[in-house]
């Protein structure tokens, strides 16, 4: 059984950092791309960070030179650094991945999400 479970949320003063982590467990053949997202109650999920196998990246607009995402392929997780936080980044935040699981199809899986707070 495949999981995806995020850790590192939690309530920052603006201005300040937080690194989000998402781990993949259970039996991986390969993992594709792995995205973080965000979404605030009543408001759609919005993507804010990819990362592909190679290393390639993109961000949304609006964390742009604040957020950096990066992967350690050998430990099947990828991180969210962010940095410079405003108060608009509150949100929950969403590990996605695109992956292949041993025996299965390729498939799409979600983690329960990390609630990131940003207030003084």
């Known amino acids: 059984q495949v999981q995806l479970v995020e850790s590192g949320g939690g309530l920052v003063q603006p201005g300040g950092s937080l690194r989000l982590s998402c781990a993949a467990s259970g039996s991986i053949f390969n993992i594709y791309t792995m995205n973080w997202y965000r979404q605030t109650p009543g408001k759609q999920r919005d993507l804010v960070a990819s990362?592909?196998?190679?290393?390639?990246?993109n961000y949304a607009d609006s964390v742009k030179g604040r957020f950096t995402i990066s992967r350690d392929n050998a430990k099947n997780t990828a991180y969210l650094q962010m940095n410079s936080l405003k108060p608009e980044d509150t949100a929950t935040y969403y590990c996605?991945?695109?992956?292949?699981?041993?025996?299965?199809?390729?498939?799409?899986?979600w983690g329960q999400g990390t609630q990131v707070t940003v207030s003084s």
């Open positions: 996605g991945a695109d992956l292949e699981p041993v025996g299965r199809a390729r498939s799409y899986y």
């Open positions: 990362i592909i196998s190679g290393g390639g990246t």
